[in-house]
């Protein structure tokens, strides 16, 4: 397997939390600070690290909604995410000739998954320019279409029609069970 250190491969993390001093010390452990770059969360910087990247890493376990593959795929940072929660709702895999989907989704959440979906993103990165540049334009115009606020509003005010509906239907379920 390759380590794509000959790609100069890089990674920028800009955040906080209690997780952040770990992976500080990853990078001095293993001496990856020409490589790996730890920075605070200031929201400038965020979104010149989204603007900057070819891809958005997201390998959550566990993510109820997710804002940051939103965000990257308006910049044309391609989104490698496990598939699950939010991620899995917003994130739909590259086809082989990249004319569909929006990103690299994993399904299994194990170190076999995740280096699936890095080759993966490393594969798409080594494509053609012309064939690269055309799917991260065709992202980036379907992200404007499917997330702005617009068509957001939209999608929730179904999702409330729908609880409505189903609330609806439910009470009167039991308002015929309770007649027999």
């Known amino acids: 397997m390759t380590n794509y250190e000959s790609d100069n491969l890089q990674l920028v993390i800009v955040g906080d939390g209690p997780f952040k001093c770990h992976f500080q010390d990853i990078v001095a452990m293993h001496h990856l600070e020409h490589r790996v770059a730890v920075c605070d969360f200031e929201e400038k910087l965020s979104r010149q690290a989204f603007a900057a990247s070819d891809f958005v890493l997201m390998p959550s376990s ?9 965000i990257g ?3 044309g940072s391609i989104p490698i995410v496990h598939r699950t929660g939010g991620l899995r709702d917003t994130i739909d895999s590259f086809n082989e000739a990249y ?3 929006n ?11 995740l280096r699936w979906a ?3 993103a490393m594969k798409f990165h ?12 065709r992202v980036m115009r379907e ?4 997330f702005n606020k617009d068509a957001m509003f939209h999608q929730y005010l179904g999702v409330y029609h729908k609880l409505a509906e189903d609330l609806t239907n439910h ?7 309770n007649q027999n």
Not at 103 to 113: M, P, Q, S
Not at 126 to 137: E, F
């Open 118 to 120: 890095i080759d993966t």
């Open 103 to 113: 990103g690299i989704a994993f399904t299994y959440f194990d170190t076999n998954g």
């Open 143 to 146: 992200a404007e279409l499917r």
């Open 99 to 101: 004319t569909k989907g």
């Open 73 to 75: 795929l308006h910049y």
């Open 126 to 137: 080594h494509t053609a320019p012309d064939t690269k540049q055309g799917t991260i334009s």
């Open 62 to 70: 566990f993510e109820p909604c997710g804002l940051p593959q939103m």
């Open 171 to 177: 009470d009167q379920h039991l308002a015929s069970l």
